[in-house]
């Protein structure tokens, strides 16, 4: 399940960026930030953009992924018990 929620995160994650970044730039978002061409201002700023959405997007993923799980089994995940 939390396969599943992290591909879907990133799927979401990714396009969420490219929107954000569209709309704060009013551009396309660098296709490759890595590259030495680009300019550091840049590409730091899309690291920092993207870290933020792909981190929001792993945490809600997840979050609704334990709730599922809790729901169907009576309890949370192992990996989320104090006791672990």
């Known amino acids: 399940m939390a396969s599943a929620a992290a591909l879907g995160a990133g799927i979401v ?26 300019g550091w201002g840049e590409a730091i700023a ?22 599922i799980y809790k729901k169907s089994s009576g309890h949370l995940p192992k990996a989320l018990t104090k006791n672990s």
Do not use: C, H, M
């Open 13 to 38: 994650a990714r396009e969420a960026t490219n929107g954000s970044w569209k709309f704060l730039r009013g551009d396309d978002a660098p296709e490759n930030p890595e590259d030495p061409d680009s």
């Open 46 to 67: 899309f690291a920092v953009l993207s870290g933020v959405i792909v981190g929001l997007a792993r945490l809600v993923a997840n979050r609704q992924a334990a709730k």
